[in-house]
């Protein structure tokens, strides 16, 4: 008697191209260096002096060349310095997508659900009696069937309007997204890499509305002592910099940003690792750094408030868990209806990527 042996398939992670095995890992430090790729290059370089990563067929000097090859960088003809290209922005985005969300596939635009039954774009699982008024294609033709088979037999086929079923359908909704990022020193302070985290998680947020939700709309916001908006591509090369935390500046711009917007649903996502320390009043800054400023707070608070007003809930993810700053997002939260997440760099991702999905759900 003749049979077949199975066992469990091990993957052979040797066999991976060395290129793509090196491509990875570059993709990852150019994050880190904020698009430099000389640095990148020479900690590579490091990296493999110290775990073999190459060998003596395939060397760091053949993926160099392979990179501008395959077009993911270019050499500025002027100086001779070595620049990312637009499909290196793209490779870096989809890693921080697939890093931090999982693989995702690809799905037909404006798919967000909400929890409301009735005249929508997707049909779901759940099936209701007929009523006057539900269209031909909304019939389940297999359980009008079975009904009609059980109410009056199978000997002689009839079917009569209670037997019909209907498939109910969810809405999709469209959603404005505003992501605020805190550029400020304080994100490098510490010990702490926070700034590289929230790169990653911009990116990957990016990545997912581009492929899954293209009829949303993403603005991204950095945020210091000013704020202003930076395009998606721009997002490996962010860099923190000598700054306070004007938070006010960055919701004011997410604010406008989101009026121009004609989604009906509209959110606000801020990135952030400590207080407001900094206000901007006419041409002059107003500055604290040590404690809660009443007067930059109350500022503050005044914005959430608006954004309840106008019906934009704002999602807080403090990448920091110090006890000090809770009484601080408990009252921002509150006074916003919003939510907030004290996340730690290592679940930022896990967090936001759980409140742009089910979140949203809740939208009407």
């Not at 990875?24 to 990296?47: I, K, M, N, R």
């Not at 086929?157 to 809405?171: A, G, H, K, P, V």
């Not at 939700?213 to 860099?239: H, R």
């Not at 406008?256 to 996502?269: A, C, G, H, S, V």
Request: hydrophobic content about 35%; some cysteine.
């Amino acid at each position: 008697m003749r049979g077949f042996n199975f066992s469990r398939f091990q993957p052979d992670e040797n066999k991976q191209p060395p290129f793509k095995k090196l491509l990875d890992l570059f993709t990852q430090l150019l994050t880190y260096t904020s698009g430099d790729v000389a640095e990148a290059l020479q900690w590579l370089t490091e990296l493999d002096k110290e775990y073999s990563l190459t060998d003596k067929e395939y060397g760091i000097g053949n993926f160099i060349q392979d990179l501008k090859d395959k077009g993911y960088i270019k050499e500025n003809e002027e100086n001779g310095q070595m620049n990312i290209t637009s499909k290196t922005e793209q490779t870096i985005r989809k890693s921080a997508l697939e890093e931090i969300f999982g693989k995702l596939k690809k799905s037909a635009a404006g798919n967000h659900n909400i929890r409301k039954s009735g005249m929508g774009d997707e049909s779901n699982a759940e099936t209701r009696p007929y009523e006057f008024g539900d269209g031909v294609d909304q019939l389940d033709i297999t359980a009008s069937i079975r009904n009609a088979q059980i109410n009056h037999g199978v000997e002689s086929f009839s079917i009569q309007q209670d037997d019909l079923e209907i498939r109910e359908t969810d809405f999709k909704t469209q959603t404005s997204t505003a992501l605020m990022i805190d550029i400020s020193h304080s994100m490098i302070l510490y010990g702490e890499d926070r700034i590289t985290p929230a790169k990653k998680v911009a990116m990957a947020l990016s990545e997912l509305i581009i492929t899954r939700y293209p009829k949303d709309t993403l603005d991204i916001i950095v945020f210091g002592n000013d704020a202003w908006q930076v395009e998606i591509k721009d997002l490996p090369y962010l860099q923190v910099g000598p700054y306070h935390t004007n938070t006010v500046a960055g919701l004011e711009l997410a604010m406008d940003l989101l009026r121009r917007r004609r989604n009906p649903n509209k959110q606000i996502f801020m990135i952030t690792d400590g207080k407001p320390t900094c206000l901007k009043v006419g041409a002059q800054y107003y500055k604290n750094s040590f404690g809660l400023d009443r007067k930059i707070l109350n500022r503050t608070l005044n914005l959430a408030a608006q954004c309840k007003k106008l019906k934009i809930p704002i999602t807080t993810f403090m990448v920091a868990t110090d006890p000090w700053l809770q009484k601080f997002v408990q009252e921002f939260t509150e006074t916003n209806n919003g939510k907030a997440f004290f996340s730690g760099t290592d679940k930022l991702g896990q967090f936001l990527f759980y409140d742009f999905e089910n979140g949203k759900r809740k939208l009407l």
